[in-house]
């Protein structure tokens, strides 16, 4: 909910790594090296949206790319995705490198731009559940993760906050 209302990678790094190691039981020293690092270079929100931002401004256009152009979208959206900076915005400015590198106008950018806040929401919150993803896999890869922490069931602690927290332990474990 923080990545989500503040529309900021880098804003959310405290919150993230408190989560990653309270809540999901990832060891610091994984955490604190994997999180950062993720919201530095690992943008998935902000290279989906890329793509799919040049497909809409393409057709709303009329203008058919091609399969080459597509696979450009995807190079540059990728690497303009990695040098994106985590604040809020930021997606509109590397959409613009994006729509040249195919020949698009860059004035389809004013097609998305009034509902780019939401989508720069949204961005965040994918940019971050990547990066905490990420982090669990490599915490187990390095078996540097605690399943009882990921595991427990916060009910009590969550009482009188309005939290419904449904433990998702199975008889079995």
């Known amino acids: 909910m923080f990545a989500f209302s503040t529309s900021s990678s880098s804003a959310t790094l405290p919150v993230t790594l408190r989560t990653a190691e309270e809540k999901l039981g990832i060891d610091n020293r ?3 090296f994997t999180i950062p690092l993720g919201a530095t270079i690992n943008m998935d929100g902000t290279a989906i949206m890329q793509g799919v931002a040049t497909a809409f401004i393409a057709q709303a256009y ?3 790319i091609g399969l080459g152009g597509y696979m450009t979208v995807i190079l540059t959206a990728t690497l303009a995705s990695v040098g994106t900076a985590g604040v809020p915005g930021v997606g509109l400015i590397t959409l ?3 729509l040249q590198q195919v020949g698009l106008p860059v004035e389809g950018i004013a097609l998305i731009i009034g509902v780019d806040r939401l989508l720069d929401m949204i961005r965040t919150a994918v940019n971050v559940t990547g990066d905490s993803m990420v982090t669990l896999s490599v915490a187990k890869s390095e078996q540097l993760w605690d399943s009882d922490t990921f595991h427990r069931d916060d009910s009590d602690e969550n009482e009188g906050k309005g939290g419904n927290v449904v433990s998702t332990r199975t008889a079995q474990e």
């Open 30 to 32: 994984v955490a604190s």
């Open 62 to 64: 009329q203008i058919d």
């Open 96 to 98: 613009a490198m994006v």
